[in-house]
């Protein structure tokens, strides 16, 4: 294996002609100059110099190192300098995954604060659910995920134990019906208090939880419409055509004109993390977007 310092040792002498103005120049002493290039010849499995003299003479191998030697040692120089940046967070760049009411409401405020604090690194944004932001982590496509599961919802195992998991915030299920509803200025409703109505239910993991809290209660929801789009449920609620019950960081990225929010009892809640890779998290760009998106967590929490 050739080292980057051998190389230097080479196009010392290979510049002054001889092993100890090479090490004058490097400010080492001769022997030691010496002594890298018998190292770097064992290295290369052949002869660099032939001594001429007083001076030192490039052997074809030497002048085909030294020829190489620039390249590499300049592109080792930007190499290091740009790992520096990384490092010290003058560059970066870091791919975010997030569902759609967090990057409304925490990824904002959070990538603002982090553009300020470091303005060289920079931040993708896609928009998955769960779980398929979470593979996309482990597949290698983005860098953090942010995602969110139901408290108390059966799953096997732990899902994320192979993830670095970052709490957020606990965001708590409202529900959302129509201004003339009957219970549209109910201090608070029960899940069972909606049985008989029609329903317009969100993402595939939302409609899953909003079924087994039904089913809990004792009924199957009559589920009229579905889509992922959170202001079309607000829009289908608030022309009358069903109740919902969503997210509180939904209904903060919506004016649900024409419906109305109502605290529901018991209390049904989704844990927000950020997720990253175990490797990943010891990247300083990483570590400080998953720092500036739990400092953004606290201020919506109550």
Known sequence: MIEARHLRVLRAVAATGSFSAA????????????????????????PLLVRSGREMRLTQAGEALVRHAAGILSGLTAAEEEVAAIAGLRAGRVRLVSFPSGSSTL???????????????????????????????????????LAFRYEGAARGGDEWEDL??????????????????????????????????PWIAGCPRCRGQLVEVCEGAG????IDFATDDYPAVVGLVGAGLGVAVLPQLAIESVRPRGAR?????????REIVALTLPDLAQVPAVAATLDRLERAAGRKQP
Request: net charge neutral; with cysteine.
């Open 164 to 197: 670095v998991v970052r709490p957020l915030l606990r965001d708590r299920l409202v529900a959302l019906v129509p201004e003339r509803h009957r219970l549209a200025r109910a201090g608070s409703v029960a899940i069972g208090d909606l049985a008989r109505e």
């Open 23 to 46: 090490g004058r120049e490097l400010g080492c002493t001769q022997p030691a100059v010496s002594q890298q290039m018998k190292a770097l010849e064992s290295s290369v499995g052949t």
């Open 107 to 145: 990824v904002p405020t959070a990538l603002a604060a982090l553009r300020a604090a470091h303005p060289g690194t920079r931040v993708s944004l896609e928009e998955a659910e769960p779980p398929q932001s979470v593979e996309m982590l482990r597949e290698g496509d983005c860098d953090v995920a």
């Open 261 to 269: 929010t109502v605290t529901l009892e018991p209390a049904v809640r």
């Open 219 to 222: 009924f199957t929801p009559r």
